[in-house]
């Protein structure tokens, strides 16, 4: 017997990354036969939706929909939906809590700064702890939104100046190599997709702007060192009690060695 209820895709809202889940849910919707797209002008979830009549697809990057507000209102709605959980959604939108997870699951990680925008670290400090060559971004933001990449003592100390004092950041030493990703669905790894930008930065514009980045699939990488990948993709979807679907971000060096970078509950 078929599931009578009407899949709904939402998408919109309101945050920086409010037209990259507007193109996103579009593109659902539209491979989505019988479903409706609901294109949301507030954070609040549509009154009319109903637990017997609607099951949810959340397409909202970002705030509201990455950082588990949507999907605690659906939750205590009773209204179903795909995708994980508040809880895990809370987690992973937060890449120091990430962080955490992935050391205590064994994912290899790079060493981190985590501060607020009201307690900036010197410039000093953060050299002396990670190098010269640095990536700062904000700990609870996806999309590259807010990323700086800096090279030496005077971009470390003009990009703190320029950071506001809004918010929680955190900083980490400039990997050098691919970038990669892999999707996950229902827990299991599927194809590494390597990120080749023309400009040479993964940045916001880059990401979205069309022409600016290649996609290279299935990614050519070792077999083994594809397999050590997903395997370890695959223990970080487990630990962050991830379900449904998601993607990992991961960096190969030169020398073989991987590092993730975050997990996405709300993948573009």
């Known amino acids: 017997m078929s599931d009578p209820r009407q899949i709904v895709v939402l998408c919109g809202a309101v945050s920086p990354e409010r037209e990259v889940s507007l193109r996103s849910g579009r593109a659902v ?3 989505l036969p019988g479903s409706r797209l609901i294109e949301l002008e507030t954070n609040s979830l549509p009154d009319w ?7 949810v697809l959340p397409v909202i990057h970002g705030d509201y929909g990455e ?4 999907q605690a209102e659906l939750e205590a709605r009773g209204i179903a939906f795909a995708g994980c959980s508040a809880e895990a959604s809370r987690v992973c939108i937060d890449k120091v809590a990430t962080k955490q997870r ?4 064994g994912v290899p990680v790079v060493p981190e700064v985590a501060f607020a925008g009201t307690a900036k670290p010197i410039a000093d400090r953060l050299i ?5 060559e640095l990536v700062i971004k904000p700990a609870d933001k996806g999309s590259s939104v807010g990323l700086y990449v800096l090279r030496g003592r005077a971009q470390v100390a003009a990009a703190l100046a320029e950071i506001p004092a809004a918010g929680q950041w955190m900083a980490e030493r400039r990997l050098q190599g691919r970038e990669m990703s892999i999707g996950l669905l229902d827990g299991r790894a599927m194809g590494l997709v390597e990120i080749v930008p023309l400009t040479g930065v993964y940045d916001y514009k880059t990401k979205y702007t069309k022409g600016s980045s290649e996609y290279r699939f299935p990614a050519p990488v070792e077999p083994l060192l594809a397999v050590a990948i997903a395997t370890a993709a695959e223990k970080l979807f487990a630990a962050c009690d991830c379900r449904d679907f998601a993607r990992a971000d991961v960096f190969l060096e030169p020398d073989g060695r991987f590092y993730f970078l975050e997990i996405n509950t709300c993948p573009a």
């Open 67 to 70: 950082d588990g507000r949507v």
């Open 29 to 31: 919707a539209s491979v």
């Open 102 to 105: 992935m050391r205590a699951a």
């Open 128 to 132: 002396a702890e990670l190098g010269e």
């Open 49 to 55: 939706l109903s637990a017997g009549q609607h099951v």
